[in-house]
Every structure is written in C-alpha cells, then in structure tokens.
Nanobody, 128 residues
Framework: QVQLVESGGGLVQAGGSLRLSCAAS????????MGWFRQAPGKEREFVAA????????YYADSVKGRFTISRDNAKNTVYLQMNSLKPEDTAVYYC?????????????????????WGQGTQVTVSS
C-alpha cells in the first residue's frame, strides 16, 4: 500500500500561484508514476499532469500546459504541482495518485483507471 497526503491548496485570486505537494509513504518502491487530477463540482475527475517517478517524460492536459509544472523530490517521496497564472476555471479539488505499473505515453498516463492509490484531495479556489 502507498499512502498519499496532499497539501498546499487554498484561495487565490486569478493570476496568482499555488504549489501543491503530495507526500507518499508506505511501499513507495512500488511507485512507477505519479499524477495529478482534479474534480470540479458536478464534473468528472480529469487529468492534469503526470510523470514517471524515475524521471523522464512529463504529461500535461492542454488546459494547463504552460501554466502548471509537475516535479518531484525523490529523497522526500514528494511530488509537486506548481500552478501559475491561475484561472477561475482551475477551481477544483486536486488529487494526487500513484500508478504502480508500467504505463507509457500520454493516453495511459492521463487515464485515471491506471492509478492504484489516491490521496484525499486538496481544495483550490480561484476567485475572479
């Protein structure tokens, strides 16, 4: 099992920035990739960003490309999501997730069914 705890959410004005953190514990050697997803009220959970835990390719949803950056700190077993130029439409609960199996390419990385462990989520609210 892998346990995930997100933090860093909050209320920010449009154009502002936030950095989300996701700390992993437990059987972290089983982590192949980590991703961020978000879910707005009344909408399905959607992909935001993902990367392999060992490094390499990163993937972003078109809606956040150029504004959000996913990164990791292996020593701390933590993945981050730096969010800049925030918009009201970015308002959602943000979840981090771990995929413990091999997954290659955008299609796989963006599919929430690929992920095995999920955090509890952190609220991000962007005011206009």
């Amino acid at each position: 099992q892998v346990q995930l705890v997100e933090s860093g959410g909050g209320l920010v004005q449009a154009g502002g920035s936030l950095r989300l953190s996701c700390a992993a514990s437990g059987r972290t050697f089983r982590m192949y990739a980590m991703g961020w997803f978000r879910q707005a009220p009344g909408k399905e959970r959607e992909f935001v960003a993902a990367m392999r835990w060992s490094g390499g390719n990163t993937y972003y949803a078109d809606s956040v490309k150029g504004r959000f950056t996913i990164s990791r700190d292996n020593a701390k077993n933590t993945v981050y999501l730096q969010m800049n130029s925030l918009k009201p439409e970015d308002t959602a609960v943000y979840y981090c997730a771990v995929d413990k199996d091999y997954c290659s390419g955008y299609g796989c990385s963006a599919d929430r069914r690929e992920y095995d462990y999920w955090g509890q989520g952190t609220q991000v609210t962007v005011s206009s």
